[in-house]
């Protein structure tokens, strides 16, 4: 492989897995609500 596409792989690997763990890390800061949930099903569905 050329180091071109060794860089674009460490750069796209970083993007998915940081993107990964920003997202878990938010959500265990912000959990979600089960209360704010609506009950009953839409009347569309």
Do not use: Y
């Not at 492989?1 to 265990?28: D, K, Q, R, Y």
């Amino acid at each position: 492989m050329t180091p071109i596409a060794i860089t674009m792989l460490v750069i796209s690997l970083a993007t998915i897995w940081g993107g990964l763990a920003l997202s878990l890390v938010h959500l265990s800061r912000h959990p979600e609500d089960e209360g704010q949930l609506p009950e009953d099903i839409a009347p569309e569905l």
